[in-house]
């Protein structure tokens, strides 16, 4: 994606945005993030002893029926198929469409016997984990408070504890958002009301292109008093490749470029903090 703005002129981004690059670029980031996101060690599932036995005697005497009859009861499958769920758990679908069982046991025959073991063994990816780290660390670190405590607070600040219905009722009755979720950020700061929208980018690509956006969205709907925030983490902060090229996809330069507040999580009590500086 071309850019826009020289990014080795910093100053000319928004100053969150800045703020999060160089805290990016000149310490231990991923270190001081996994705080926020803490990973687990990654741990292959292995199987019952007897179970990866017989898979490993199906697929070598290619006995398709049998293979995945040994694999349909299983969470994981060796390789990604678009219709497996469906073959696995619709009644009758394994028994009546023989083409696409031996398509599917083709591509099994296409492995070894063992890799087909290790992949159903291999463990999961972490980043389907990292869902509820975020709100995990925000009650840790801020002051929690009802909703009747929420709107009569005037100092300090204080997060919203509810539900995700209550929470998202307040947001679009009492602030008048209009949004679909529960933000991932209610915060007070004296009587500034803060919503923020928080995502993990690990790469570019796929599904991560789309959040980059929804934060952009997030953040560009502005209503009313009501502050909205980006909180983005990972790739977008990264500004040159390994090889010392400049980072020029998407995910890196929407956000570098934004004219809104969309910071590092690790910037967030600071960002908070800016705000109940200036109103004391």
């Avoid at 292995?46 to 990866?52: A, D, I, S, T």
């Avoid at 995990?136 to 005037?154: G, Q, R």
């Amino acid at each position: 994606m071309e850019r826009k703005i020289d990014i080795s002129k910093l100053e000319l981004l928004n100053p969150w945005i800045a703020k999060s690059i160089n805290l990016f670029n000149s310490s231990s980031y991923l270190d001081s993030i996994m705080e926020i996101y803490p990973l687990e060690v990654a741990k292959p599932n292995r199987l019952n002893p007897e179970l990866r036995r017989n898979i490993i005697l199906e697929h070598n005497a290619r006995n398709s029926d049998k293979l995945l009859t040994l694999l349909q009861d299983l969470k994981k499958f060796p390789y990604d198929d678009p219709i497996w769920y469906l073959l696995k758990n619709v009644e009758g679908c394994l028994d009546k469409n023989p083409f696409q069982v031996e398509r599917i046991a083709q591509t099994l025959y296409s492995m070894t016997a063992e890799e087909t073991v290790v992949r159903l063994e291999s463990a999961p990816k972490l980043n389907t984990q990292l869902g509820p780290k975020f709100k995990n660390w925000l009650d840790s670190k801020f002051d929690l408070k009802s909703v009747e405590e929420f709107k009569a607070s005037k100092r300090g600040i204080i997060l919203l504890e509810a539900s995700e219905e209550v929470a998202k009722k307040f947001v679009d009755i009492e602030l008048g958002q209009n949004l679909s979720k529960r933000p991932d950020l209610l915060a007070k700061v004296n009587e500034i009301y803060i919503i923020g929208e928080a995502k993990w980018i690990g790469q570019p690509g796929g599904n991560q292109g789309k959040a980059v956006v929804e934060v952009i969205d997030f953040c560009k709907q502005q209503r009313g008093d009501v502050r909205r925030v980006g909180i983005v983490d990972g790739f977008p902060w990264a500004v040159r490749s390994k090889n010392g090229a400049i980072i020029n996809n998407k995910e890196a330069v929407l956000i570098q470029e934004s004219e809104y507040d969309i910071l590092s999580a690790l910037l967030l009590e600071e960002y908070l903090e800016s705000f109940n500086s200036v109103h004391r």
